[in-house]
C-alpha cells in the first residue's frame, strides 16, 4: 500500500520531477526528494546546479516533503565523461545522457537511495512500467511528444522494476498546468536542453577544454567536386555523421547554394568528407551493426522483426534484428534511416514496448560475423 511504501524521487529543480513528487504525494506514499550533484562549476564561477537545488529546495517546502542531496560528480566523471571523452577521441558521437541514466540515476543514485531507506525510487522521466505479465516491461511515455524511454534502453531490467514514472501517464502540457495549481515555484521554469553537463554552453569551446584536434582536409564525396579539398578541419572530433551546421564551407567555388552535409570521417587520414547530396548513401544506409546488445526481454535466439529507431527524436522504423554469436546484432531497416552514427544508441520497440537497445558500432553490414542461429522468424 502507498501508505507503507518510502518512495525517493530524483529532484532535479524542473517542473517533470517535481510533478512526479506531488503526484505520489497526493497519492499517500511516503515521499522524499534526493538532489544529485553532478557537475562542478561553470565559466561563471557558480555551479548551475547550486541553483536547481534551490529550486528543488522550494518545491520540496510547498509540498512539504524532505530533501536529501548527494554529490555523485566523482562516479559521474570516471564513468560518463570520460567514456564521453573516449569516445569522441575514438571517432565516435556519444550519448552521455543515455549512459547517465544507466551508471548514475539507475545505479549510484539508486543504491544511496536504498541506503536512505527507499523502498522504491522515481524520476521525472517520461516513460511507464508494466507489472501486469510475468515479468516487467519498459514502455513508451503517453505523451509522444515527450516519451523518453529511448534514453532508459540501457538500463537493467531489474533496476527499472523498482522505479516510478508518475508523469509517464500524462501529456507535457498538463504536467505544467499541475505544478501551476499546485503552487509549485518552478511551474514556468523552462525545459533543459543540450547534453546534461554541457548546457547551453558552446559544444565546440568546450570539448576543447579537454580534447585536442588535429587538423585535416575538408574532401568532396560525389558530384562534380568529388575528392577535392575544399578546405581545412580543426578536428574530427568536433563533427558527426549527418551534421550540416557549424562546417563553415559557404561560397565553395564551382559548388551548388546548397548546404553541407558531414557523410564520413577518415580517422587513418583526418579525413572529412563532406557531399552536397542530402540523399547521400552514407546518410541512408539500411543496416547498422551495434552492440553488446542489452536486453530488457529475454535474449532472443533468433532474427525477429520489431521497429527501431537510431536517435531520440527520429521515428521508429520497421526492421529485421539479427542477434550474433558474440553479443551484437544486425539490424537491417525497411527504409533508411537518417545518419547512422557509431557511438548513438539504436533503441528496439515492439509497438510501445521498449525491447532493449545496443550502442552504433558502424553502419552497414557485419564483416565476417555468425549468426546465433540459421533460422529466423519473418
Same mark, same amino acid.
Given at each position: 500500500m502507498p501508505a507503507d511504501t518510502r518512495v525517493i524521487v530524483g529532484l532535479s529543480g524542473g517542473v517533470d520531477s517535481s510533478v512526479a513528487a506531488l503526484q505520489l504525494v497526493e497519492a499517500g506514499y511516503q515521499v522524499e526528494g534526493l538532489f544529485m550533484f553532478n557537475w562542478g562549476e561553470d565559466e561563471a564561477g557558480r555551479c548551475q546546479a547550486a541553483d536547481d537545488f534551490d529550486d528543488a529546495a522550494a518545491v520540496c517546502q510547498v509540498l512539504d516533503i524532505p530533501l536529501h542531496r548527494v554529490d555523485f560528480s566523482a562516479e559521474y566523471k570516471t564513468r560518463v565523461f570520460q567514456y564521453f571523452l573516449d569516445s569522441y577521441a575514438a571517432g565516435r558521437t556519444p550519448n552521455p545522457d543515455v549512459l547517465c541514466n544507466r551508471e548514475i540515476k539507475f545505479d549510484a543514485f539508486m543504491h544511496h537511495a536504498e541506503r536512505l531507506g527507499a523502498d522504491l525510487?522515481?524520476?521525472?522521466?517520461?516513460?511507464?512500467?508494466?507489472?501486469?505479465?510475468?515479468?516487467?516491461? @519498459? @514502455?513508451?511515455?503517453?505523451?509522444?511528444?515527450?516519451?523518453? %524511454?529511448?534514453? *532508459?534502453?540501457?538500463?537493467?531490467?531489474?533496476?527499472?522494476? &523498482?522505479?516510478?514514472?508518475?508523469?509517464?501517464?500524462?501529456?507535457? %502540457?498538463? #504536467?505544467?498546468?499541475?505544478?501551476?495549481?499546485?503552487?509549485?515555484?518552478? &511551474?514556468?521554469?523552462?525545459?533543459? !536542453?543540450?547534453?546534461?553537463?554541457?548546457? $547551453?554552453?558552446?559544444? $565546440?569551446?568546450?570539448?576543447r577544454q579537454? *580534447?585536442?584536434?588535429?587538423?585535416?582536409?575538408?574532401?568532396? %564525396?560525389?558530384?562534380?567536386?568529388?575528392?577535392?579539398?575544399?578546405?581545412?578541419?580543426?578536428?574530427?572530433?568536433?563533427?558527426?555523421?549527418?551534421?550540416?551546421?557549424? @562546417?563553415?564551407?559557404?561560397?565553395?567555388?564551382?559548388?551548388?547554394?546548397? =548546404?553541407?552535409?558531414?557523410?564520413?570521417?577518415?580517422? !587513418?587520414?583526418?579525413? *572529412?568528407?563532406?557531399?552536397?547530396?542530402?540523399?547521400?548513401?552514407?546518410?541512408?544506409?539500411?543496416?547498422?551493426?551495434?552492440? =553488446?546488445?542489452?536486453? *530488457?526481454?529475454?535474449?532472443?535466439? +533468433?532474427?525477429?522483426?520489431?521497429?527501431?529507431?537510431?536517435?531520440?527524436?527520429?521515428?521508429?522504423?520497421?526492421?529485421? #534484428? !539479427?542477434? @550474433?554469436?558474440?553479443?551484437?546484432?544486425?539490424?537491417?531497416?525497411? +527504409? =533508411?534511416?537518417?545518419?547512422? !552514427?557509431?557511438?548513438?544508441?539504436v533503441v528496439l520497440y515492439d509497438g510501445t514496448h521498449c525491447l532493449g537497445s545496443a550502442e552504433i558500432s558502424q553502419a552497414g553490414a557485419a564483416a565476417g560475423a555468425e549468426p546465433t542461429t540459421s533460422e529466423s522468424i519473418a
Open positions: 525510487i522515481a524520476t521525472g522521466h517520461y516513460a511507464r512500467m508494466d507489472h501486469t505479465g510475468n515479468t516487467p516491461r @519498459l @514502455l513508451r511515455g503517453q505523451d509522444p511528444n515527450k516519451d523518453q %524511454s529511448y534514453f *532508459l534502453a540501457a538500463v537493467p531490467i531489474t533496476a527499472l522494476a &523498482h522505479t516510478l514514472f508518475p508523469v509517464g501517464e500524462i501529456e507535457k %502540457s498538463h #504536467v505544467r498546468a499541475m505544478a501551476k495549481a499546485a503552487g509549485l515555484p518552478i &511551474h514556468d521554469k523552462p525545459d533543459s !536542453t543540450g547534453v546534461c553537463f554541457i548546457g $547551453e554552453r558552446d559544444f $565546440e569551446g568546450f570539448l579537454y *580534447l585536442s584536434g588535429r587538423a585535416g582536409p575538408v574532401r568532396v %564525396s560525389g558530384g562534380p567536386l568529388d575528392g577535392r579539398v575544399i578546405a581545412e578541419h580543426a578536428g574530427l572530433i568536433y563533427y558527426t555523421i549527418g551534421q550540416r551546421r557549424g @562546417l563553415g564551407l559557404g561560397g565553395v567555388a564551382g559548388a551548388a547554394a546548397a =548546404p553541407w552535409y558531414v557523410v564520413d570521417k577518415d580517422l !587513418t587520414s583526418d579525413t *572529412l568528407w563532406v557531399s552536397q547530396d542530402t540523399h547521400h548513401g552514407a546518410l541512408e544506409q539500411t543496416q547498422l551493426v551495434a552492440g =553488446p546488445a542489452h536486453w *530488457l526481454i529475454e535474449p532472443p535466439a +533468433r532474427a525477429f522483426r520489431c521497429e527501431a529507431q537510431v536517435r531520440y527524436r527520429q521515428a521508429a522504423i520497421g526492421c529485421r #534484428v !539479427t542477434p @550474433l554469436a558474440d553479443g551484437r546484432i544486425e539490424v537491417v531497416f525497411d +527504409r =533508411p534511416p537518417r545518419a547512422i !552514427t557509431p557511438g548513438q544508441y
